[in-house]
Nanobody, 125 residues
C-alpha cells in the first residue's frame, strides 16, 4: 500500500521560504494525482496545490498562487512544494495526498488513496 512520508516543515520569518517533500514508498506515484492541502486548528481545510501524473497540469489555491510551486520527481518518487514569500497566514499543518488520476486537464487537492501525516509550517517574526 502506498505510504507518504512528509518532511521539510518548520518555522520561518515572513518573506522566507520552505521546501516541503512528500516521498512515496510501497509503490510508485506514477498514475496518481498528488495534492497538498492545509488545515489550521479550528479552521477549514484549504486547497494549496496539486499536480497531474505527467506534471503538465498544476493547480493552485488562490491564496498561494504566484508564491508556491509544486513539482514532482519520478526518479525519486517524490513531490515537492516550494513555498516562497511566506506570510503569517500560511501558518498551518500541510498534508500531501494522492488519488488515481482521471483527467489529465485537472488534478485533485484532496486525494483519498493515501495521506501523509502532516507537517507544521509556522510563519512568524
Amino acid at each position: 500500500q502506498l505510504q507518504l512520508a512528509q518532511s521539510g516543515g518548520g518555522s520561518v520569518q515572513p518573506g522566507g521560504s520552505l521546501l516541503l517533500s512528500c516521498a512515496a514508498s510501497g509503490g510508485t506515484l506514477e498514475g496518481y494525482d498528488v495534492g497538498w492541502f492545509r488545515q489550521a486548528p479550528g479552521k477549514e481545510a484549504e486547497e494549496v496545490a496539486c499536480i497531474t501524473p505527467d506534471g503538465n497540469t498544476k493547480n493552485y489555491g488562490n491564496s498561494v498562487k504566484g508564491r508556491f510551486t509544486i513539482s514532482r520527481d519520478s526518479a525519486k518518487n517524490t513531490v515537492y512544494l516550494q513555498m516562497d514569500s511566506l506570510k503569517p497566514e500560511d501558518t498551518s499543518i500541510y498534508f500531501c495526498t494522492v488519488d488515481f488520476a482521471i483527467d489529465s486537464s485537472k488534478c485533485t487537492y484532496y486525494g483519498v488513496r493515501s495521506w501523509g501525516k502532516g507537517t507544521q509550517v509556522t510563519v512568524s517574526s
